[in-house]
């Protein structure tokens, strides 16, 4: 049970942490503060922010890479050295939780569920008379 609520307590963070992501997107793109793939643009760091990859684009300027449906945010060159590995890492610790959490859920239920029907069938359920 306590494994079953931790790691629906993990999921639940995932999907609260993407829908604050998706209106942060949506915030970017009312606030003009990003480019669409294609554009011409100085030269520097960008993150895409559909596939939260780090694209560099020489100096002077240079196109984006992709087309008007990527969205690139712009971002200072000290924060994708901080945090490009910081994304690295998260990706590197929390992959193999998530792997070996579902694997244990699943050997979980391969046991739990035949044994839930074993007992149900040696000793059904009675229903308690009224009186």
Same mark, same amino acid.
């Given at each position: 049970?306590?494994?079953?609520?931790?790691?629906?307590?993990?999921?639940?963070?995932?999907?609260?942490?993407?829908?604050?992501?998706?209106?942060?997107?949506?915030?970017?793109?009312?606030?003009?503060?990003?480019?669409?793939?294609?554009?011409?643009?100085?030269?520097?760091?960008?993150?895409?922010?559909?596939?939260?990859?780090?694209?560099?684009?020489?100096?002077?300027? +240079? /196109? &984006?890479? @992709?087309?008007?449906?990527?969205?690139? =945010?712009?971002?200072?060159? %000290?924060? !994708? $050295?901080?945090? +490009? /590995? &910081?994304? @690295?890492?998260?990706?590197?610790?929390? =992959?193999?939780?998530?792997? %070996?959490? !579902? $694997?244990?859920?699943?050997?979980?239920?391969?046991?739990?569920?035949?044994?839930?029907?074993?007992?149900?069938?040696?000793?059904?359920?009675?229903?308690?008379?009224?009186?």
């Amino acid at each position: 049970m306590g494994l079953a609520l931790g790691v629906g307590l993990i999921l639940l963070a995932i999907v609260i942490a993407g829908g604050l992501v998706m209106a942060a997107v949506a915030r970017i793109r009312q606030a003009k503060m990003a480019e669409q793939g294609g554009a011409l643009v100085k030269g520097g760091t960008f993150l895409n922010l559909r596939s939260w990859e780090f694209i560099t684009v020489p100096r002077p300027a +240079g /196109p &984006l890479p @992709g087309t008007e449906g990527q969205v690139y =945010l712009r971002v200072p060159t %000290v924060l !994708a $050295l901080f945090f +490009g /590995p &910081l994304v @690295g890492l998260l990706f590197v610790i929390l =992959l193999p939780l998530v792997g %070996v959490g !579902a $694997l244990l859920i699943a050997l979980g239920m391969a046991v739990y569920l035949p044994a839930r029907r074993a007992v149900r069938a040696l000793w059904p359920r009675t229903t308690p008379t009224r009186r």
